[in-house]
């Protein structure tokens, strides 16, 4: 969670020292950083925690470990080499100018470090020593807000400040846990292990460029139909909506990719994955609700006037993520079944539906248009999924549960929109009784248990308790 949380954490501080046209910039170089990032790992990620599990003895799975990251490198460095040439090209593919050419070589060395790192920091959830993946993430936040704090405010290095911070610290990083893992399992590599691999993992790569599409793809029109300052209010009302992933999906995520495979073996397979759902759903359905009511007051503090108008798109990406978040547990038995071409196919058409919706919305709607377009790709997502690995395997989805929990929550939104007071205390007190009755209402029609709200309050008992003595 905290290593997704360093550009939402420094929000106060770009939306300080940028303007909404600078904030713009910055916003089209990270996402050069993210598809770099998303295609140079060739998405073995999923692989290698398939095969570590698969793998019979220690050895082995120290082979699966050292294999993919040999290749991960070995790519990684292929690719930032041929990058570097090209970067004034693809400054002027993105701002119709060379000027930015030596930010874009900057972010394609952030985007190697990222790509190498992914599987050091794999081999440590796996081994489930959430407490070392917690100390490192930990220190990387910090190290790259000081970095980045020292670079923008005293030396007044604007946008190459923010991405030559990025660039040291997850250099310094990747560094450490390289030496670190490849000490730990070896240096061995296994021609059968990597094609094995990369045979699993490339039916994914479509897909993951989808997924691109999907998350990022609106910012591009925005920069083409309209202008860098709709892109820079956009980038931060979709960082506020987008904070559900982070907070929630993301921190799931780490363990559910290493585990999914686990539970998929469960005697009692279908009751545990609907339990998963439907707790996954609560939680960020919750969070997007409470987000979404909030979002003027948190704006109001975090950022200065020139960027309030952002909250318009905040409360439409929140459930959009919402839907991502949810296909992503539905996507289980494909990945389990090895149907990972089904998974490719869904994003890819999503894509295109996606850059449909882009081109219609926001030249119609501007921001609002490009929100609109994320919501209903993402929603295509959800139902793909859930058709296809109901389809395709014997899994049985609890689907209504979640389809009565959204139109609660949209319900309670409408409250939130509709009613405001002149007060602002009156306004948080009506907004915080808002959301304690969104909780009672799922009581009240079942979706949430008595024997739920039992079992959590005595777990959180216990642990007071353990803690106590």
């Not at 007051?297 to 950022?303: D, K, P, Y």
Request: glycine residues 6%; neutral net charge.
């Amino acid at each position: 969670m905290i290593s997704k949380m360093i550009g939402f954490l420094l929000i106060p501080l770009y939306t300080r020292y940028l303007e909404p046209a600078d904030y713009g910039v910055l916003e089209m170089l990270v996402l050069t950083v993210d598809v770099l990032s998303l295609v140079l790992g060739l998405q073995l990620i999923h692989a290698v925690a398939r095969y570590h599990d698969a793998a019979e003895t220690a050895e082995e799975k120290q082979r699966v470990i050292s294999t993919s990251i040999i290749i991960v490198a070995t790519l990684a460095i292929f690719f930032y080499v041929s990058l570097s040439f090209i970067a004034d090209k693809v400054s002027l593919l993105i701002f119709d100018n060379t000027d930015f050419t030596y930010l874009f070589q900057t972010v394609f060395i952030t985007s190697i470090f990222s790509v190498i790192t992914q599987i050091p920091l794999l081999y440590i959830r796996i081994q489930d020593r959430s407490r070392l993946f917690v100390v490192i993430t930990l220190t990387q936040v910090l190290l790259t807000v000081c970095l980045t704090v020292w670079m923008v405010v005293f030396l007044e290095m604007s946008i190459f400040g923010v991405l030559l911070a990025n660039a040291i610290v997850s250099g310094g990083v990747c560094l450490v846990l390289l030496y670190w893992t490849m000490k730990s399992v070896g240096v061995r590599y296994d021609a059968a292990v990597a094609k094995e691999m990369v045979v699993y993992s490339a039916p994914l790569i479509p897909g993951v460029i989808g997924l691109f599409i999907l998350n990022s793809s609106d910012r591009f029109f925005l920069n083409e139909m309209t202008s860098l300052v709709e892109v820079g209010l956009y980038a931060i009302g979709y960082k506020f909506g987008f904070l559900i992933s982070p907070l929630l999906i993301g921190p799931f995520l780490l363990v559910w990719s290493a585990k999914m495979f686990e539970v998929y073996r469960h005697p009692e397979r279908d009751e545990v994955l609907n339990k998963v759902l439907t707790g996954l759903g609560f939680m960020l359905v919750f969070f997007a609700l409470s987000l979404s009511i909030f979002i003027d007051e948190i704006l109001q503090v975090m950022t200065p006037p020139q960027y309030h108008a952002a909250a318009v798109v905040v409360p439409i990406i929140a459930f959009a993520y919402v839907m991502n978040g949810l296909a992503r547990v539905m996507a289980t038995p494909l990945y389990a079944e090895k149907k990972t071409g089904v998974i490719g196919y869904i994003h890819s058409s999503a894509a295109v539906i996606c850059l449909l919706l882009n081109y219609i919305f926001i030249q119609m709607y501007g921001i609002i248009g490009a929100a609109v377009a994320t919501l209903l790709s993402f929603s295509y997502v959800f139902i793909a999924m859930f058709v296809m690995s109901q389809r395709l395997s014997t899994v049985r989805w609890d689907w209504f549960g979640i389809v009565k929990l959204i139109f609660i929550s949209m319900i309670f939104l409408g409250f939130g929109e509709v009613f405001s007071f002149e007060s602002l205390l009156l306004n948080l007190t009506y907004k915080i009784i808002l959301v304690a009755v969104f909780i009672l209402a799922l009581v009240a029609v079942g979706f949430v248990s008595k024997r739920d709200i039992k079992a959590i309050i005595t777990m959180f008992l216990q642990r007071k308790v353990k803690k106590t003595s």
